[in-house]
């Protein structure tokens, strides 16, 4: 059974940056696609960002690709979201989750394990 916990968030004002980070224990992280995915209050959750098992690929949802860059640390067993430019309509709870492949991930995932608490993130105007 693996366990993700997301940390990082906090309150930011538009423009501002945050770097959010999710570590994994009780798998082979370095085996697995990771993923980001959010959720704002009365929303669905979405995807945000993936990266595959050895990192050389990433996928982006276009309301944040250029603002967002996700990386990953095996050695650590942690993905990572640095997250620049934000906006107001950022403001949600982000989450972690794994998947067999980054393309999977990417439609939202076919084998994900359960989700964590996740991490508030809020920007204010």
């Known amino acids: 059974q693996v366990q993700l916990v997301e940390s990082g968030g906090g309150l930011v004002q538009a423009g501002g940056s945050l770097r959010l980070s999710c570590a994994a224990s009780?798998?082979?992280?370095?085996?697995?696609?990771m993923g980001w995915f959010r959720q704002a209050p009365g929303k669905e959750r979405e995807f945000v960002a993936a990266i595959s098992w050895s990192g050389g690929i990433t996928y982006y949802a276009d309301s944040v690709k250029g603002r967002f860059t996700i990386s990953r640390d095996n050695a650590k067993n942690t993905v990572y979201l640095q997250m620049n430019s934000l906006k107001p309509e950022d403001t949600a709870v982000y989450y972690c989750?794994?998947?067999?492949?980054?393309?999977?991930?990417?439609?939202?995932?076919?084998?994900?394990?359960?989700w964590g608490q996740g991490t508030l993130v809020t920007v204010s105007s």
């Open positions: 009780g798998g082979t992280f370095g085996s697995y696609a």
């Open positions: 989750n794994k998947d067999r492949t980054a393309d999977r991930l990417r439609v939202g995932g076919d084998a994900l394990d359960a």
